[in-house]
């Protein structure tokens, strides 16, 4: 397949910079949120628990409706329309603030907006790249997206301190609705024309559209075990991140600026690994290059529980982790852009929810897995449990991509404009 960049599209580069500069402020709206509970409403510490479990527990009940819900809309409206109301939820903080109305039920309100706002604009963004540019670019944009979502998100989540040290936690949220407001009006400066959305199947259950997406991936040879794959690579990765906070704090004795030098810098190998997801593709073929990323991110895994204090843990735990991101990006970012390609135009918003949904989902019950393994074994053991579980991730997933059987054609769910997609 020939590389053309999707840097020389001139809507994705404005795409682009619309998100880097809405993911900067997501990453201090991050930050700031907490503090506002702990520090304004004084929060106690289940609160904060509550206020971290609401944005999961949202997508996770959203996903299906919301992917349904998109997908038989134009989509810009919708972006626009998730960044304006993310944006007045962000401003009503200070604002009630200000006027010393701010509460707790307040920010579980705006934490719930923020997540369905998230979900809406990414099913919608997903859905709408595979019309904005060829297909030949479908996995360079993703790996575009993708890398600058590392930098950004690390950017904006170490500004976000600083930024709370001059304006204050409640205040620093306008950053955030400022950023939504820029990122809205790119997405409406877009020139090339939207097609119009797929129709809606005359008479089609509303259970089965809501699952359309489900089961097409159910059907699919290749996206299924893909998907199998997924779910136990972010599972691991939710179970092994307290456990690896507790291993650096407590076994290894690393110093606060030791931790955060860890939680950031490690991040430009995720940078790294998406900018490289059109280079494998072109060479390997984006399936191999899929099976070959998912094998080779894991020994890195393996590297952290051998760490032990001092200088020479602090540089080994930062070289597996950033080694770790560098194939997980690559693997994660030549994933998105393989599922654009291989689903239809008419299930792409459903796919994407499915693929948050399931991943949101299954989180909390490896993160309580991992709380149960840890109070049983030491840090370090536990981490190597998470790593073989990372390890067995890759099992599910196809050395080469696999013909899909054709799909029943007696009761589609879905077609697109002019009948080119039918999916049953």
């Known amino acids: 397949m020939e590389h053309v960049s999707a840097g020389r599209h001139p809507d994705f580069r404005r795409l682009w910079s619309g998100l880097a500069i809405s993911q900067i402020g997501s990453g201090i709206g991050q930050v700031a949120l907490p503090v506002v509970a702990v520090t304004v409403v004084q929060a106690s510490a289940a609160e904060v628990s509550i206020l971290a479990t609401i944005t999961a527990v949202t997508i996770a009940l959203t996903a299906f409706p919301v992917g349904a819900h998109v997908e038989f809309r134009r989509k810009r409206p919708i972006m626009i329309a998730s960044d304006v109301a993310r944006c007045l939820a962000a401003a009503s903080v200070p604002i009630a603030a200000a006027l010393g109305g701010l509460s707790f039920t307040q920010l579980c309100a705006v ?3 923020n997540a369905v706002g998230l979900i809406a604009f990414s099913t919608a963004a997903g859905a709408h790249l595979r019309n904005l540019v060829p297909r030949e670019m479908f996995v360079d944009a993703n790996g575009r997206l993708q890398a600058s979502q590392w930098l950004t998100l690390t950017a904006g989540a170490s500004i976000g301190g600083l930024v709370i040290a ?5 205040r620093t949220l306008l950053v955030d609705a400022a ?7 790119v997405i409406r400066s877009l020139r090339q024309p939207e ?8 008479g089609a259950p509303r259970r089965a559209e809501l699952t359309a997406g489900l089961t097409f991936v159910r059907r699919h040879p290749t996206l299924r075990p893909m998907l199998v794959s997924w779910v136990l690579f972010a599972g691991a990765s939710a179970m092994a991140a307290p456990i690896t906070t507790v291993f650096y704090l407590r076994t290894l004795h690393f110093a606060s600026w030791q ?3 860890l939680m950031g810098v490690p991040s430009l190998g995720g940078f790294l690994g998406a900018r490289l997801g059109t280079r494998v593709t072109r060479r390997w073929g984006a399936v191999r290059g899929i099976f070959g990323a998912s094998v080779l991110r894991t ?11 001092g200088v020479g843990g602090l540089i ?6 950033a080694s770790g991101l560098v194939f997980s990006s690559l693997s994660n970012s030549t994933m998105s852009g393989y599922r654009q390609l291989a689903t239809p135009d008419a299930l792409q918003a459903r796919t994407a929810a499915l693929w948050s949904f399931a991943t949101v989902a299954s989180a909390p019950l490896f993160v309580l897995a991992g709380a149960a393994l840890v109070t049983a074994v030491q840090p370090r053991t536990a981490l190597f449990v998470t790593a073989a579980l990372t390890a067995v991730s890759v099992t599910p997933l196809p050395r080469s991509e696999r013909v899909a059987t054709p799909a029943p054609t007696a009761s589609p769910v879905v077609k697109s ?3 080119a997609d039918t999916v049953a």
């Not at 020994?299 to 204090?309: D, H, I, Q």
């Open 111 to 113: 934490a719930a907006i």
């Open 259 to 261: 931790y955060g030098l």
């Open 417 to 419: 404009v002019g009948g």
């Open 166 to 170: 001059v304006l204050g936690a409640a």
């Open 299 to 309: 020994p890195w895994f393996f590297l952290t529980p051998l760490a032990r204090p």
């Open 316 to 321: 080994l735990c930062g070289i597996a982790f």
């Open 179 to 185: 950023s939504f407001v820029a990122d809205a009006l």
């Open 195 to 202: 097609p119009a959305p797929p129709l809606r199947a005359h």
